[in-house]
Structure formats: C-alpha cells, structure tokens
C-alpha cells in the first residue's frame, strides 16, 4: 500500500503524536489531574460502586493527588515531564472520575484557570455519556471558543447486556444522546472501549469497533481490561471466572476493529495502562510497547490499515 498518511513513524493508523506535532509543531503531553469530582455511578445517583473495574481512584490512577490544588498538580506533574522533555507544551487533562458532574460554577471554577495558562495548548475533559444537561454542554461550548478543548467520552461496549454487567449505569442509546448534544456544539469527542470485558466474543468486541467507526467522533482509546485488586470485577472473576484475552487475541482484535475506523479518527490509545501495584491480570499488558510493536508487525504482515474495510 501507499504509505498511510497520518503518521510520523510508518504506523498504519492515525497516531496521536501525528495529530499533535501537526496541531501544534512542537511536544505535547497530557497532563492528568484530579478535580476532586465524584461519579453519578458512585454516589447513588444512578447506581454506587461503580463501573465493575474501576479503581478507587476513579479510573484515575496517574492522575495528581486530589488533596493538592489544581495548580500544584499541574506543576508538580509538569515540571516531572520537562525532565524528560525540555520545551513541552501540555494539554491539562481532567482525568479522574466524571468531570461534568457538577454545577456550571464548579466546572468554570475547576477548568478557566487553564485557559490561556502559559504553556497550556488545550483542556481535555474525560466524562459520561449521562452528565451533559444542555446547561453543561453550552458552557463547554462557550470554552471551546477560548481554548483548545477535547472531551473523553466512557462508551465501554456497544452492548447493553455488558453495559448492564459491569454496571456502567447508561446505555448505549444514552451515550448516542449525549455524543449528539455534544457533536450539535461542534465539541471534539475521543470515545473510550474497552476489549475483554467479561463474557463478550471476539464478534460483539468487533461489532463495537464497526458501530464506533460509524460515529461522528474525532479520537478513539481502545484499552483491554484490566483487573485491579479490590475492585468488583476482581471478585466476579473469583466467583465466575471468565476467559481474559490472551495477548495474541488482543493484538488480533485490534487490528481487525482499526479497519472498520475511518482513517481521519485520530488513535490516541491502543492499550491500557494499569497501576502495576494493582494489577491482578492480564500480566501481559504492563509491555506495552512490545504490544504496540507487534500490533505494528501484524498490520504490516496483513497489509492492511486504519479504515482498510471501510
Ligand atoms: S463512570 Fe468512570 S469514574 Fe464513574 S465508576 Fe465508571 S469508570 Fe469509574
């Protein structure tokens, strides 16, 4: 084939450093932060507990400390990665739990300090599909104006009786709501899957890929499942145990769910990142970079491509 165009590197998919380095011609990196919200899965709202896998840290294990400001995480977190990177620029990530759980007033008093903060190119906002009220959603609309902004949408599955077992609190038919009321906003959307979930076949994984790709959305993470300790899905494994996907069936499952992804949707993940502390299974995925070299190897050997079966 031709070389595929959205990367630096010979990937045959549409790499975030692509989308970045064009965006902004220079480093960019994510910085994650606890703001110190609660989730409507947690709190009773619309369940507690939480989805199934979820940490106490409300899936925001590298995220900063909660019980620090907003400004010293962003500092400390920052300041660590300009180690490594000396003219990095940032996005400010709103990572853990739900990030539009609140009144417009808490999220202008959580978000504006970031617009225009120097060396801050843009905010992303990780939420739910059930926690964008109109009133939620013109406000985001009115920052896009002022910054850079990307909103992170949990989906998980495409399947509502998965949805209903990992106790995700919404389904699929909610999570099409809420994309729309934000795509209508012309707001930027990165939609989260997650591959392995407990009972689901390499069919109904595949057949969340095929719907995704047939959204109107702009970014995608495809995470597999991990099972950290103290969590509900751990004790469901130990009471019902169900196959986990092996690393081969992982790497395959990507690589087939990226040909039903339009090539303009931009691949900000291909594994998850577990806490390596918590993590009970699957072992295999604390490689990550062997992971992404052999998804890499495997569309190479298949010629094959982001958005090829489209
Ligand atoms: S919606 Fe997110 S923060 Fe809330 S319980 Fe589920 S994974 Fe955790």
């Known amino acids: 084939m031709n070389k595929f165009p959205y990367t630096f590197d010979n990937k045959r998919y549409h790499t975030y450093n692509y989308f970045l380095k064009t965006k902004y011609h220079c480093k960019v990196a994510k910085v994650s932060l606890n703001a110190g919200f609660t989730c409507p899965n947690r709190d009773g709202t619309c369940g507690t507990g939480g989805c199934i896998f979820c940490s106490d840290s409300g899936s925001g294990d590298f995220a900063g400390h909660v019980q620090d400001s907003l400004q010293k995480q962003f500092q400390d977190i920052s300041s660590i990665m300009r180690q490594k990177w000396p003219d990095c620029q940032f996005i400010a990530y709103f990572q853990a739990n739900t990030n539009t759980y609140g009144t417009v007033d808490e999220l202008k008093e959580r978000f504006e300090p970031f617009v225009n903060m120097k060396d801050v190119v843009g905010i992303a906002i990780a939420t739910r599909p059930d926690c964008l009220s109109d009133e939620i959603c013109d406000y985001l609309e009115q920052l896009s104006h002022r910054c850079d902004l990307y909103i992170e949408l949990g989906l998980q599955t495409v399947h509502d009786k998965t949805a209903q077992l990992i106790h995700r609190g919404h389904d ?41 790709g047939q959204l109107d959305i702009q970014g995608l993470k495809i995470h597999n499942l991990y099972m950290l300790k103290n969590t509900a899905l751990h004790r469901l494994y130990q009471q019902r145990p169900f196959e986990m996907l092996t690393r081969e069936q992982y790497i395959s499952l990507v690589v087939d769910q990226l040909q039903y992804i339009p090539a303009h949707v931009v691949i900000e993940r291909l594994t998850g990142d577990a806490p390596i502390d918590a993590l009970v299974a699957p072992l295999w995925s604390i490689k990550k970079v062997t992971i992404l070299n052999d998804i890499d190897k495997l569309m190479k050997e298949k010629d094959t491509h982001q958005g090829y079966l489209l």
């Open 172 to 212: 699929y038919q909610t999570f099409l709501d809420g994309l729309q009321r934000l795509r209508q906003r012309h707001l930027d959307v990165c939609v989260h899957i997650i591959n392995g979930l407990p009972y689901e076949t390499y069919d109904m994984m595949l057949e969340t890929a095929k719907q995704v």
